[in-house]
């Protein structure tokens, strides 16, 4: 079974902040996604990596950085956390030339 | 970039029923079209997906069809049951040897009532 696997289920940080989402796969997958969902909006893409220290920017990258240094780990990472970006971040991976894409558990962010 | 939109946010049915999700895009290039579904607590897990070169495809009580030229496709659900509550996702995207981006839209929630 493909494993994705986020590091915190809740987190609760301050306003102005640095935040680290962790993001672990085990099925040597070369994409990797962060989407933030909120109700009504879906699943928004933040940024995505197709291969390790690359990264493309997704449809909603204001405020968020990306580091992807090995091939199973991708990171999200608020610079100074803000209180609109309290919300559920999910982390996919997939593997390239193929469809499915694996969600983690999700981290739900709560800046206070 | 390609743009989804999802009809109706809510679906209330009684069980046994049928229920029906639409979805448009805006991309005539997406050629990939898959459909998660969020149990409350739990993350998104792919129930069908169905590519641009099909019209229709299904499994057991779950079916999709997808007109290309109108640029939308549906989710059916037949007999449903109380285990199909839950957050439904359309999603569209453009599947090539680099992997898929996809863009997701806003999300049904259904229930269904025993």
């Known amino acids: 079974d493909v494993k994705v696997t986020q590091s915190s289920r809740y987190l609760v940080k301050r306003t102005g902040e640095k935040v680290f989402l962790e993001c672990v796969q085990d099925m040597d997958h070369e994409n990797m996604f962060w989407y933030r969902q909120d109700p009504g909006l879906g699943l928004r893409l933040i940024y995505f990596s197709y291969d390790v220290k690359m990264k493309e920017k997704g449809d909603i990258p204001e405020g968020y950085s990306v580091s992807r240094e090995k091939k199973e780990r991708f990171s999200l990472i608020l610079e100074s956390a803000s209180t609109n970006q309290t919300s559920m971040y999910l982390c996919?991976?997939?593997?390239?030339?193929?469809?499915?894409?694996?969600f983690g558990q999700g981290t739900r962010l709560t800046v206070v | 970039g390609e743009n989804v939109e999802q009809h109706p946010s809510t679906l209330s049915v009684q069980e046994g029923d049928s229920a029906v999700i639409k979805c448009t895009y805006s991309?005539?290039?997406?050629?990939?079209f898959p459909w998660y579904k969020q149990e409350l607590g739990k993350r998104p897990q792919l129930i069908i997906d169905?590519?641009?070169?099909?019209g229709e495809k299904k499994d057991q009580r779950i079916a999709v069809t997808l007109n290309k030229t109108a640029k939308h496709f549906s989710l059916h659900i037949t007999e449903t049951q109380p285990e199909d509550s839950a957050v439904y996702f359309c999603a569209a995207g453009l599947l090539n040897n680099a992997g898929n981006m996809l863009t997701f839209g806003g999300g049904t929630r259904l229930m269904v009532k025993p």
């Open positions: 996919a991976s997939s593997a390239g030339g193929r469809d499915e894409a694996f």
């Open positions: 169905i590519r641009s070169n099909v």
């Open positions: 991309d005539s290039a997406s050629n990939y």
